[in-house]
């Protein structure tokens, strides 16, 4: 069951900090319906680590409950950034028992700020569980839902020398055709992200597919590279 003290914690620390001068310039920025109380992200972290501390989750069950119900029943755009946060507790680290959770928070959630917002829980998975992970991102990178293609295209972000080339390949390939932006920024920020690491396959990715990507995604990719 969900931890339900944490939860009004947390909305307790957010309504406190409300700033309805800058909610509305963040609601505006932001384009959502969702409102905002105005609170930083950094803020917001700090927030959930503090209320955490003091009312940590018992068990990685408890912690997926409490998630799920903060995101689900969010009244603010805060409080699903607080939720993602939760998401980085110990317990949920690296399990794999928290992809169906992320999941629902990239179909629901279905805008960068909160999409992005597990792209680097997603990366710590495939790390820790290659075989499985791996067949999940190739199968997302074809789904019908744009986020979760973006999803698996930005799930190596960070991954550095531990990059698939072979999996950012498929996953890249599989939406080169796609002329939706966010997907298309997001084939050029995971190559720019990887050329730091391997210049010349990314050169080379380019090169091969130069007349595949578009304009926005091989600018992009190649903004590092001289």
């Known amino acids: ?113 909160l999409v992005d917002g597990v792209s680097h829980r997603l990366c710590a998975l495939l790390q820790a569980h290659r075989e499985d992970m791996s067949p999940v991102l190739r199968s997302w990178s074809t789904d019908g839902d744009f986020w979760i293609r973006r999803s698996a295209i930005t799930a190596q972000l960070g991954a550095k020398s531990a990059t698939d080339t072979a999996l950012l390949g498929d996953v890249i390939g599989a939406n080169l055709a796609d002329p939706e932006f966010f997907i298309r920024k997001a084939i050029g920020w995971a190559l720019r992200d990887y050329s730091d690491t391997d210049p010349d396959w990314v050169r080379a990715f380019v090169e091969r597919h130069r007349t595949e990507l578009s304009a926005l995604s091989r600018t992009e990719a190649l903004r590092k590279l001289p």
């Open 1 to 113: 069951m969900a931890t339900a003290e944490l939860i009004a914690d947390i909305r307790s620390r957010l309504q406190a900090a409300a700033d309805p001068v800058r909610a509305a310039g963040a609601q505006a920025y932001m384009k959502s319906e969702m409102p905002s109380l105005g609170v930083r992200v950094p803020e917001v972290r700090r927030m959930v680590k503090a209320a955490a501390a003091q009312l940590p989750p018992g068990s990685l069950e408890e912690l997926k409950a409490t998630v799920l119900e903060l995101w689900r029943d969010a009244a603010w755009r805060e409080e699903r950034y607080a939720a993602i946060d939760l998401t980085g507790l110990r317990p949920a680290a690296r399990q794999l028992g928290m992809l169906p959770v992320y999941e629902e928070i990239i179909r629901s959630g279905a805008w960068w700020d």
